[in-house]
C-alpha cells in the first residue's frame, strides 16, 4: 500500500526565514504533486514533479525529487505571511485506469510577521 | 474556460439520511475522481469514474456510491449518514492523457 508521508506537520517561523518541508513516499510513484489548501478551501495545484532531479521554481517557492530516495521537497524562501496555510505533497502512477492520488498528511504552515 | 463545479457549497444533514453531492468536471475533461478531507488531514481517494463506469475505489463501504452522466458530470450519494461523514468532499476531473488534475471548491457535508 502506498503511504505518504510528509514532515513536519507543523511549521512556525518568521518572516524572512527559510525552510523546507519533506515529503516521503514508499513504493515507486510516476508524478509528485504539491498543492496549498487555505481554511476550508479547496486545493491550488503548485507544482508537478515528473521525473529524478525535476526542480520547479515559482516565485518563493521550489520544489524538487528524487525519484530514487522517494523524497521531493519544498523549500520556502524569505518566506512572508501571505506563505501561511497548509502544504500537501501527493503521488500518483500514470497507469490508464489506475490513476489516483494519495496525499500526504500536510504541513500548516505558519508566517510570523 | 469553466474549472471543475460543485454544488451544493455546504449541506447540513442528519445522521441516517442520504445526500447527493455533484460535480462538473472542467471542460475537455472526460475522468471524475471524489475525495474526502476530513478535518485536519488530507484527502482520501473515494472513487473514479471513467465512461460512466466506477473504475477504481479507495476504502470506503458502499454506502458511498455514484454515477457519471454522458456528459461527464458526476454525482456522489452517501447513504445512512454518520457523524464521521462530515467533511470536505472534493471532485476533481482529468482527461487521463496529460498529467494534472484540476479540483474543484468542494462541498462542505455536516452531519448532526
Known amino acids: 500500500e502506498l503511504k505518504v508521508e510528509q514532515n513536519p506537520l507543523f511549521l512556525s517561523m518568521q518572516e524572512g526565514k527559510n525552510y523546507t518541508i519533506y515529503c516521503n513516499y514508499s513504493t515507486t510513484s510516476d508524478r509528485l504533486y504539491w498543492y496549498r489548501q487555505d481554511p476550508g478551501k479547496s486545493l491550488e495545484s503548485l507544482f508537478v514533479l515528473l521525473s529524478n532531479g525535476a526542480v520547479k521554481q515559482e516565485g518563493r517557492l521550489m520544489a524538487s525529487l528524487d525519484t530514487k530516495a522517494r523524497l521531493s521537497t519544498l523549500h520556502i524562501t524569505a518566506a512572508v505571511h501571505d506563505l501561511s496555510a497548509t502544504y500537501f505533497c501527493a503521488v500518483d502512477r500514470f497507469n490508464f485506469g489506475n490513476e489516483k492520488l494519495t496525499f500526504g498528511t500536510g504541513t500548516r504552515l505558519t508566517i510570523i510577521p | 474556460d469553466a474549472g471543475v463545479t460543485q454544488s451544493p457549497t455546504h449541506l447540513i444533514k442528519t445522521r441516517g439520511q442520504q445526500v447527493t453531492l455533484r460535480c462538473s468536471p472542467k471542460s475537455g475533461h472526460d475522468t471524475v475522481s471524489w475525495y474526502q478531507q476530513a478535518l485536519g488531514q488530507g484527502p482520501q481517494f473515494i472513487f473514479q469514474y471513467y465512461e460512466e463506469e466506477e473504475r477504481q475505489r479507495g476504502n470506503f463501504p458502499d454506502r458511498f456510491s455514484g454515477h457519471q452522466f454522458p456528459n461527464y458530470s458526476s454525482e456522489l450519494n452517501v447513504n445512512a449518514l454518520l457523524l464521521g461523514d462530515s467533511a470536505l468532499y472534493l471532485c476533481?476531473?482529468?482527461?487521463?492523457?496529460?498529467?494534472?488534475?484540476?479540483f474543484g471548491s468542494g462541498t462542505r457535508l455536516t452531519v448532526v
Open positions: 476533481a476531473s482529468s482527461d487521463g492523457q496529460a498529467y494534472g488534475y484540476t
